[in-house]
């Protein structure tokens, strides 16, 4: 257990629903990251917050939104979901605003689309 | 734009082979670069390296950054199957000069198969 909890583990939906995934990072990490992963695209950085706010932001889609809360827990909300949308979706965490000794991965979400 | 790519995309040995898997990169205000391992879920951390030419090691495997030349090697010795995964490469930058995120620009992987 790596102590970055992802919820759900796997998730079937339609095309055109929306979703909520949800992060808590390792206790006493202030950054939460959230990557894509798909079979053609590698890992892709979405989105940094750090301690509550937005720190970095990558090629996130428009429909694609992301919030941390006072508690620090994170959620990625994935709206009017298309089929290229099936991927996995990882969070991660570090102590501060930098990746460090490698930041410390959640086991992921995987979105299916259908 | 950022871009790190990785070679071989895959590759197959047989146990107590020795591996060389290669990493370039291209980004702004390069601040570190980073090794992970990916088996079926989670990239676990493996090295992260910031100065040319200082090899890090870890067990069988070691790694070194050439900053000159833009690149990195991953090396694993008398591989065993317990190291079949995929290997991911990644770039730390700057947003800006002053500016630390801790965004991570990813290669495509390297799919390493070990056969007995």
């Known amino acids: 257990d790596s102590g970055v909890t992802q919820t759900p583990k796997h998730l079937i939906t339609a095309t055109g629903q929306r979703v909520t995934l949800r992060c808590s990072p390792r206790?006493?990490?202030?950054?939460v990251y959230w990557y894509q992963q798909s079979l053609d695209q590698g890992l892709q950085f979405l989105i940094q917050?750090?301690?509550?706010?937005?720190?970095a932001k990558g090629n996130i889609l428009e429909r694609f939104s992301a919030q941390q809360f006072p508690d620090l827990h994170s959620e990625l909300n994935l709206s009017s979901l298309e089929l290229g949308d099936s991927a996995l979706y990882f969070c991660?965490?570090?102590?501060?605003?930098?990746?460090?000794?490698?930041?410390?991965f959640g086991s992921g979400t995987r979105l299916t689309v259908v | 734009e950022d871009k790190v790519v990785q070679s071989p995309l895959s590759l197959v040995v047989h146990e107590g082979d020795t591996v060389t898997l290669n990493c370039s990169y291209e980004?702004?205000?390069?601040?570190?670069l980073l090794w992970y391992k990916q088996e079926k879920k989670a990239p676990t951390f493996l090295f992260m390296l910031?100065?040319?030419?200082i090899e890090k090691k870890s067990g069988r495997l070691s790694s070194i950054l050439d900053k000159k030349e833009l690149f990195s090697i991953l090396n694993i010795t008398a591989t065993q199957t317990g190291d079949s995964a995929v290997y991911l490469c990644?770039?730390?930058?700057?947003?800006?000069?002053?500016?630390?995120?801790?965004?991570?620009?990813f290669g495509q992987g390297t799919t390493l198969q070990v056969k007995p």
């Open positions: 990644a770039v730390e930058g700057l947003r800006s000069r002053y500016s630390n995120t801790g965004k991570l620009i």
């Open positions: 991660a965490s570090s102590v501060d605003f930098r990746a460090h000794y490698g930041y410390t």
């Open positions: 917050y750090y301690n509550g706010e937005e720190r």
């Open positions: 206790s006493g990490d202030l950054s």
């Open positions: 980004v702004t205000n390069f601040r570190s």
């Open positions: 910031t100065s040319s030419g």
